[in-house]
């Protein structure tokens, strides 16, 4: 007899970007993101609610490093937010 190990989880499991590849289900999902790459240029780009930035940017090909695969352990992939976008974000939150 095998038995399967379930493993407790407190977020969705989202593998390497995959959930960045699919297209918004809705118009309601779209969000307009404007990348500024290192000399200058605006690469705008649409994405949806929840995609993780730094696997959006690689899905359009923006160059952005991610050294440690968005894990959060090494800061090379940092993002920049205008201030007058700050208060419509919500408060950051481990996942």
Not at 1 to 16: F, I, N, S
Not at 71 to 82: D, Q
């Amino acid at each position: 007899m095998v038995k399967k190990l379930k493993l407790p989880r407190t977020t969705a499991v989202r593998h390497h970007g995959e959930y960045e590849w699919q297209d918004p289900k809705s118009e309601d999902e779209v969000v307009h993101i404007t990348f500024i790459n290192k000399d200058g240029k605006h690469v705008p780009l649409r994405g949806k609610v929840g995609d993780n930035l730094l696997y959006l940017g690689h899905r359009y090909g923006v160059e952005i490093e991610g050294a440690c695969e968005a894990s959060l352990a090494c800061s090379t992939c940092h993002i920049y937010v205008k201030e007058e976008y700050l208060d419509k974000l919500p408060e950051p939150k481990e996942e």
